[in-house]
Structures are given as C-alpha cells and as structure tokens.
C-alpha cells in the first residue's frame, strides 16, 4: 500500500516536496512512479524512479525542475517539485511498478497540489 502526502496550495515560483510511503517490505523491489490526474486529464506521467534509485525518467513538462528520489531504508519516495507553475494544479499518485518504464498499479490515495498565479 502506497500513502502520498506533503500536498498543498502554493504560489507559483514556490517549491514543494511530496512524500510516497509504502507499506510491506517489499517496497524495495520496486520501481515508483508519480502519476498527476487534472479534472481535464487523466492519470499523466511526471516522473519515475527505479528500484536501486539509480535510474530517473520524467515527463517533458516537468524536466528540470522536478527531482525523484527514494530511500528504500525509509520505505519513501519523494517528489521535489521547483518553480512551480499553475499547470501543475493536479492531484498527485504514486503507483508501483516491476521495472521503470513497466505498467504501474497500486495506487495510494493521492495528494492535492495547487498553484495559484
């Protein structure tokens, strides 16, 4: 079972990180994912981590200003998220899945991300 936190409201230009906690002990064994669902989209990619944290993939409109990183000593995995623009108004997922680019599922609840202009 995976927990998202950390969400809020902040003004565009800010920073803000947000947390995905897995439950179980196999948490290690898999790559994770941060998914963001908009009342006009559904669930769109923003970034991967692999297992090992050694590999990172993320979506165009995030390069650069978004960082996924894991401890898997903590079970978490985190989302910093930098000059933050209003697009990125969405609830944020993180799912699981066996390899970077593979299918991801178990999603937690999500947490609400909104930027004001």
């Known amino acids: 079972q995976l927990v998202e936190s950390g969400g809020g409201l902040v003004q565009a230009g800010d920073s803000l990180t947000i947390s995905c906690v897995g439950s179980g002990r196999f948490f290690s064994a898999y790559a994770v994912g941060w998914f963001r669902r908009t009342p006009e989209k559904e669930r769109d990619f923003v970034a991967a981590?692999?297992?090992?944290?050694?590999?990172?993939d993320y979506a165009d409109s995030v390069r650069g200003r978004f960082t996924i990183s894991r401890d898997n000593t903590k079970n978490t995995v985190w989302l910093q998220m930098d000059s933050l623009k209003p697009e990125d108004t969405a609830v944020y997922y993180c799912?699981?899945?066996?390899?970077?680019?593979?299918?991801?599922?178990?999603w937690g609840q999500g947490t609400q991300v909104t930027v004001s202009s």
């Open positions: 981590i692999s297992v090992s944290g050694g590999s990172t």
């Open positions: 799912g699981s899945a066996g390899w970077l680019r593979g299918e991801y599922s178990n």
